[in-house]
């Protein structure tokens, strides 16, 4: 099976979660299915190896999870980018809008090194807000953002446009 | 450098984080090594190739950052355990004391299949609540818990007691 249906057979939609209106993609299947978890990440080490990364910059929680695996697959370091107040040295935050309110997140100071080339990971890519806002991050430590890596974008939020001056690449589509 | 020099020499002393009087072990900077970050792997990875282990069961969310590579380099699923609320279909859940109160988390009824054989895994141990929580859900939903795995150890915390029928591994000790 080709890479992009095996995904999208191992994604089950749960509807009205996390409230009512939501149709969330739940990647647990994925994660539980050896080979599919396998080919997700050695398709984006495949990607990014001739790129010459030196950080994968993951977004809280869900990130960590293919982001380790590709840090590890790539020999990459791992820096983690975690909602306020987690990060327990001393943090650069940036604000995003939600849909009600704003959030926050950190990214350690000395999470990258000047100069260091990076690619930004999370599960999935919605609205794009959380994503613009790690980047800004990287880019407030001195870091350069290679491209933004998802495996579920859901392009009818548009995510695209709000990292507009970006490179974006996703593994799947809806 | 000996792996468990390595380590030492990459985990970072935080005064007061969380909170007054407690010193907080950063792993942040071992992330950062990749050299460090690769050989705590596949120093786990050594461990448990002979014991056929189906699943990495990690718990939320440093211990994503380390179950996730290591389910990748065993070619085993891996399997989050989440604060309460946070995992989408049906779940089994445990609670857990706390200093004050008590906190819940929660495994996937499905994500661990009958009879799998399961590592769990965190970044430290501490008291042992959460991990012991965490080996009761594993069991909850029919898995076999081989060993649980950690990088750090807080030995004067007496987590192996909490955990005492357990097999029980770190990486480090303080």
């Given at each position: 099976?080709d890479?992009?249906s095996?995904?999208k057979?191992?994604?089950?939609d749960?509807p009205?979660?996390?409230k009512?209106g939501?149709?969330?993609k739940?990647?647990t299947?994925?994660l539980q299915?050896?080979?599919?978890?396998r080919?997700?990440?050695?398709?984006?080490a495949?990607?990014?190896?001739p790129?010459?990364?030196?950080?994968?910059?993951?977004?809280?929680?869900?990130g960590?999870?293919?982001?380790s695996?590709?840090?590890?697959?790539?020999?990459?370091?791992?820096?983690?980018v975690?909602?306020?107040?987690k990060?327990?040295?001393?943090?650069?935050?940036?604000s995003y809008e939600?849909?009600y309110?704003t959030a926050?997140?950190e990214i350690?100071?000395?999470?990258?090194k000047?100069g260091?080339r990076?690619v930004?990971?999370?599960?999935?890519?919605?609205t794009?807000g959380?994503?613009?806002?790690?980047?800004?991050?990287?880019?407030?430590?001195?870091?350069?953002?290679?491209e933004?890596?998802?495996?579920v974008e859901?392009?009818?939020?548009?995510?695209r446009?709000?990292?507009k001056n970006r490179e974006?690449?996703s593994?799947?589509?809806y």
């Open positions: 099976m890479l992009t095996l995904i057979a191992k994604i089950r749960i009205d979660f996390p009512s939501i149709l969330f739940d990647i299947p994925l299915d050896r080979e599919a978890f080919r997700v990440i050695d398709c984006l495949e990607r990014y190896r790129e010459k990364i030196d950080d994968i910059v993951a977004i809280e929680s869900r960590f999870i293919f982001g695996a590709l840090a590890y697959k790539l020999g990459a370091a791992f820096v983690p975690r909602k306020k107040g990060l327990p040295h001393q943090t650069v935050d940036a939600l849909e309110g926050e997140i350690h100071t000395d999470g990258v000047k260091n990076v930004v990971i999370d599960d999935l890519l919605a794009g959380t994503a613009e806002a790690t980047c800004a991050l990287v880019e407030k430590v001195g870091g350069k953002v290679v933004c890596a998802f495996v859901l392009a009818f939020l548009k995510g446009d709000k990292l974006i690449f593994l799947v589509q």
